[in-house]
C-alpha cells in the first residue's frame, strides 16, 4: 500500500473494488470482465469516475454494466496516538 492510498483512507477513503463487464466492437456478443481495485472516496468515488473517464477515451471496448464494492478499511476516529510505550525486554 503506498502512502497516498493510506492518507486516503485516513480521510475517509475505503477499499473499492469494481468489476467492468465490458464488449469488443467487433465481438459485441462475447461479454468480458475485468477488476480493478483502489482506495477511493464515497459516495462520489473520484478514483473510480476518473478511471473510467480514462476508459472510454482510451480503451476500445464498450461497457456493459459495472459492479462495484467499497468497504470503509480505516476510519480517522479508529486512529489514536498514545505518549506513552511499553518496552519489553528479552529475559535471560
Given at each position: 500500500?503506498?502512502?497516498?492510498?493510506?492518507?486516503?483512507?485516513?480521510?475517509?477513503?475505503?477499499?473499492?473494488?469494481?468489476?467492468?463487464?465490458?464488449?469488443?466492437?467487433?465481438?459485441p456478443?462475447?461479454?468480458?470482465s475485468?477488476?480493478?481495485?483502489?482506495?477511493?472516496?464515497?459516495?462520489?468515488?473520484?478514483?473510480?469516475?476518473?478511471?473510467?473517464?480514462?476508459?472510454r477515451?482510451?480503451i476500445?471496448?464498450?461497457?456493459?454494466?459495472?459492479?462495484?464494492?467499497?468497504?470503509?478499511?480505516?476510519?480517522?476516529?479508529?486512529?489514536?496516538?498514545?505518549?506513552?510505550?511499553?518496552?519489553?525486554?528479552?529475559?535471560?
Amino acid at each position: 500500500m503506498s502512502d497516498e492510498d493510506f492518507r486516503k483512507q485516513l480521510e475517509g477513503g475505503g477499499l473499492l473494488t469494481a468489476e467492468v463487464i465490458y464488449y469488443r466492437p467487433d465481438f459485441p456478443k462475447l461479454l468480458q470482465s475485468f477488476v480493478w481495485q483502489t482506495v477511493d472516496i464515497a459516495p462520489k468515488f473520484p478514483r473510480l469516475a476518473q478511471f473510467l473517464d480514462h476508459w472510454r477515451r482510451d480503451i476500445e471496448a464498450v461497457i456493459h454494466s459495472i459492479n462495484i464494492a467499497h468497504a470503509n478499511l480505516l476510519r480517522p476516529a479508529q486512529v489514536r496516538f498514545v505518549d506513552e510505550a511499553l518496552k519489553i525486554e528479552k529475559l535471560h
